[in-house]
């Protein structure tokens, strides 16, 4: 190597070790690469998020049934379901007391036989163990339970309730009502033979006088 190309060697090695030194001296393409390298080496250390705005409120798809506002306590029907009637209450109603105990293994109920030809019958029962309210006829309703039936939400004596059942039969004088006492437990008013009437109307106005029973044997 001669002399003038050692001397240009030399003042090569001098601008790289001063533009090392200082940054500012580095033309623009390689400021441009170096901060193009500084960032994706943060992007490479940036952790994934581990929770979601929309993780924070899950949504139902199926309704639910209105919270019971004044909730009663199911003790007098859990304890003797033909207790729901008073005498008094039997009488105006035209139904033959007492009530005939009829358990099963998924219900504990009372049947009462009312004054008319044909011998209408009344059923009052719940299903021991459910905790569930009303909510599990509003999701078999949401699963299509009730789509050759009906569901109509309704209200006795400011308890929510509704008018259920796989098929229609209420114009053979048949009808199925249930009411929620508190958000865990419901009972049901079954309606058979009524004649002459709406049986769904016969069974509004029994389980309003089973409502009125209870909420006076509190007192």
């Given amino acids: 190597m001669t002399e003038p190309e050692k001397s240009r060697v030399t003042r090569a090695a001098r601008n790289a070790s001063s533009m090392l030194a200082d940054p500012t001296r580095i033309p623009m393409p390689c ?3 170096t901060c193009l390298l500084l960032l994706l080496t943060a992007c490479s250390q940036a952790k994934p998020p581990t929770d979601s705005p929309w993780q ?3 949504i139902s798809l199926a309704p639910q049934p209105p919270q019971v506002r004044n909730p009663l306590d199911p003790a007098l029907l859990v304890n003797d379901p033909c207790r729901g ?3 008094a209450q039997l009488l105006g109603l035209r139904i033959e007391s007492p009530g005939r105990r ?3 293994e998924s219900l504990v109920s009372c049947v009462w036989v009312m ?3 044909g011998t209408p019958a009344v059923t009052v029962y719940y299903v021991p163990g459910r905790q569930t309210g009303l909510s599990e006829l509003y999701l078999l309703n949401s699963s299509g339970e009730y789509g050759h039936g009906y569901f109509e939400p309704t209200t006795i004596v400011g308890y ?3 008018l259920n059942s796989s098929t229609d039969d209420r114009s053979a004088g048949i009808c199925h009502l249930s009411v929620g006492l508190n958000d865990q437990f419901a009972f049901s008013v079954h309606t058979t033979n009524v004649t002459g009437g709406d049986p769904c109307q016969v069974a ?3 389980a309003a006088q089973v409502i009125l029973t209870i909420q006076h044997s509190g007192r």
Wanted: hydrophobic share 45%; net charge negative.
């Fill in 31 to 33: 400021a441009i690469l």
């Fill in 204 to 206: 509004d106005t029994v």
């Fill in 85 to 87: 009637l008073s005498p």
């Fill in 56 to 58: 924070h409120e899950k």
């Fill in 115 to 117: 004054y008319a030809a």
């Fill in 102 to 104: 009829h358990d099963t």
């Fill in 160 to 162: 929510p309730a509704v």
